[in-house]
């Protein structure tokens, strides 16, 4: 899990061959694993692997850069969301679980050798006319997914990038990481020789 997460990079590019239905299925799998709020399970995942859907969609799409031969659209079922008692107004979960969906299905898409890139530049009224919504379910993310066209680079270091020490304070604002835990570092690498034992 830790080596997709290093590795995952936006994919915008894809080649045309299909995605299979039984991939597309365990990349759901992994958003019906993700977080949700209250456990409300208020959002929807519609597939799209029709080209001819795609092409309709991609005007109304600027976040769309490429021509993904699958997509996962993730959209709030309203009348759910209703009976959850959910105030949007106040309730920031939704987005929320939205994202958390979209990581999942992503590190899932890189496990399963897939590219993947999230698009939230997109009319939401056109894609949900496009695709026949009812006023109770509103689009709020397409996940494009498909086989990388090529290999992703990696981005080089800008002079400016941040590293985790610039982002991160420990037990108050200001302290900087302690030093490594001995017993600890001691404790992984033994797990890790194990781990090399074992694969022998």
Excluded: Y
């Excluded at 830790?2 to 365990?26: K, N, Y």
């Excluded at 019906?32 to 692997?49: D, T």
């Excluded at 949900?128 to 509103?138: E, I, K, Q, S, W």
């Excluded at 400016?160 to 030093?179: C, I, K, V, Y």
């Amino acid at each position: 899990m830790l080596d997709a997460i290093r590795r995952r990079r936006v994919t915008r590019s894809f080649t045309a061959e299909p995605v299979s239905a039984d991939v597309l299925r365990e990349i759901l799998r992994a958003a019906r694993c993700a977080s949700s709020a209250g456990n409300r399970r208020i959002h929807r995942f519609l597939v799209i692997r029709d080209a001819a859907t795609v092409k309709r969609l991609k005007p109304f799409a600027p976040g769309m850069l490429g021509w993904p031969p699958a997509l996962i659209v993730v959209s709030t079922d309203l009348e759910q969301a209703r009976k959850a008692n959910v105030q949007f107004e106040r309730d920031m979960n939704s987005w929320i679980d939205v994202g958390t969906a979209l990581m999942s299905m992503m590190l899932a898409a890189q496990a399963l050798g897939l590219g993947s890139c999230p698009a939230t530049s997109f009319s939401q009224a056109a894609v949900a006319r496009l695709l026949d919504f009812p006023p109770t379910l509103l689009p709020e993310l397409i996940l494009q997914l498909g086989h990388p066209l090529g290999q992703p680079s990696r981005s080089p270091r800008r002079a400016s990038a941040l590293r985790l020490e610039d982002l991160t304070d420990w037990e108050r604002l200001g302290q900087r990481e302690p030093e490594p835990d001995a017993t600890a570092s001691s404790t992984r690498a033994e797990a890790s020789e194990s781990t090399i034992q074992s694969t022998r």
